[in-house]
T-cell receptor, first 118, second 112 residues
Framework: GAGVSQSPSNKVTEKGKDVELRCDPISGHTALYWYRQSLGQGLEFLIYFQGNSAPDKSGLPSDRFSAERTGGSVSTLTIQRTQQEDSAVYLC????????????????FGSGTQLSVL | RKEVEQDPGPFNVPEGATVAFNCTYSNSASQSFFWYRQDCRKEPKLLMSVYSSGNEDGRFTAQLNRASQYISLLIRDSKLSDSATYLCVVVHYGGATNKLIFGTGTLLAVQP
């Protein structure tokens, strides 16, 4: 597709259940980011993937959160034993991250997954 | 203290007004700076990069002050369509890890 695709667009789950959120980045983009945005809040960095390098997981809020990126393309963010405070919009973004053009790097966001934990 | 700080607003201005937003950052090693725009219930989209010498794109002017560690966005002749949240973004580049840090955003409401 032409842009970053996320699925599902909305997810309602019960407290304690596991959820998986999917992100299809723009083809050829080497960098992939996950962010979380709570109502009225800014974007909270969760995790960053770049090519075959080890991901930067420094933003994951707890060990209930994990993410993987298979084949350098699709990424899945998994939240285990969901809690009500996990309710937020989860945004995925990708960029080409051409090292020659770093200072003009543009991040393309998907439309997000609205997660509601009841 | 947050790494990137912005006045959350809201800034309520009449059409045609000039409005300015500031953003401060704490990490002096930050290397790149951007302004993103986020419409209500939409994803953020890049508005403009911020260069050391300052740069302009139509009605929008961005400036960077490295010594004081702040960036600014000036919007001239505000339009109703400018109503949105403006997010300041600071980037650290380091080895295999690049990190984009977003401010919490400044809400602009342009009134007719």
């Amino acid at each position: 597709g032409a842009g970053v695709s996320q699925s599902p667009s909305n997810k309602v789950t019960e407290k304690g259940k596991d959820v998986e959120l999917r992100c299809d980045p723009i083809s050829g983009h080497t960098a992939l980011y996950w962010y979380r945005q709570s109502l009225g809040q800014g974007l909270e960095f969760l995790i960053y993937f770049q090519g075959n390098s080890a991901p930067d997981k420094s933003g994951l809020p707890s060990d209930r959160f994990s993410a993987e990126r298979t084949g350098g393309s699709v990424s899945t963010l998994t939240i285990q034993r969901t809690q009500q405070e996990d309710s937020a919009v989860y945004l995925c973004a990708s960029s080409l991250e051409d090292r020659q053009r770093l200072y003009n790097e543009k991040l393309f966001f998907g439309s997000g997954t609205q997660l509601s934990v009841l | 203290r947050k790494e990137v700080e912005q006045d959350p607003g809201p800034f309520n201005v009449p059409e045609g007004a000039t409005v300015a937003f500031n953003c401060t950052y704490s990490n002096s090693a930050s290397q790149s700076f951007f302004w993103y725009r986020q419409d209500c219930r939409k994803e953020p989209k890049l508005l403009m990069s911020v260069y050391s010498s300052g740069n302009e794109d139509g009605r929008f002017t961005a400036q960077l002050n490295r010594a004081s560690q702040y960036i600014s966005l000036l919007i001239r002749d505000s339009k109703l369509s400018d109503s949105a949240t403006y997010l300041c973004v600071v980037v650290h580049y380091g080895g295999a890890t690049n990190k984009l840090i977003f401010g919490t955003g400044t809400l602009l409401a342009v009134q007719p």
